[in-house]
C-alpha cells in the first residue's frame, strides 16, 4: 500500500514563508504527476502547484512567482515553497500523487492535509 505523510504547516504571519513536505511510502511501481492542492472552507480542491509526467510545472495564478513546487525522485518526496504568503493563501494543503502501485494500476494517493494559517 502507498501512504502520503504531509509536514510544515503551522501559522505565519502575512509576508511570510513555510514549506511544505510531502514523503510517500510503500510498493511504488513508478511516480506520474504529483504536486499540492489546496482546499477552503466550503470549497472544493484547487490545484496550487504541480509537476506533469513530463517534468513540466504547472502554478495557479494566484501563486505564480511566490510559491515554488520542487521533488526527489530518490526519496519519493515532494515540497512547496510558499514565500510573501497572503491571508488569502490561509487553507489545508493536500498533496498528490499518481502512482503505480502494488496492484500495477496507476491510482491518485493524496496526503491527510495540513492547515496553513496566515494571519497577523
Known amino acids: 500500500q502507498v501512504q502520503l505523510v504531509e509536514s510544515g504547516g503551522g501559522l505565519v504571519q502575512p509576508g511570510g514563508s513555510l514549506r511544505l513536505s510531502c514523503a510517500a511510502s510503500?510498493?511504488?511501481?513508478?511516480?506520474?504527476?504529483m504536486g499540492w492542492y489546496r482546499q477552503f472552507p466550503g470549497k472544493l480542491r484547487d490545484l496550487v502547484a504541480t509537476f506533469t509526467e513530463d517534468g513540466s510545472t504547472n502554478y495557479a495564478d494566484s501563486v505564480k512567482d511566490r510559491f515554488t513546487i520542487s521533488r526527489d525522485n530518490t526519496k519519493r518526496m515532494v515540497y512547496l515553497q510558499m514565500n510573501s504568503l497572503k491571508p488569502d493563501d490561509t487553507a489545508v494543503y493536500y498533496c498528490?500523487?499518481?502512482?503505480?502501485?502494488?496492484?500495477?494500476?496507476?491510482?491518485?494517493?493524496w496526503g491527510q492535509g495540513t492547515q496553513v494559517t496566515v494571519s497577523s
Open positions: 510503500g510498493t511504488i511501481f513508478s511516480m506520474h504527476d
Open positions: 498528490h500523487f499518481r502512482i503505480r502501485d502494488y496492484t500495477s494500476r496507476i491510482r491518485d494517493y
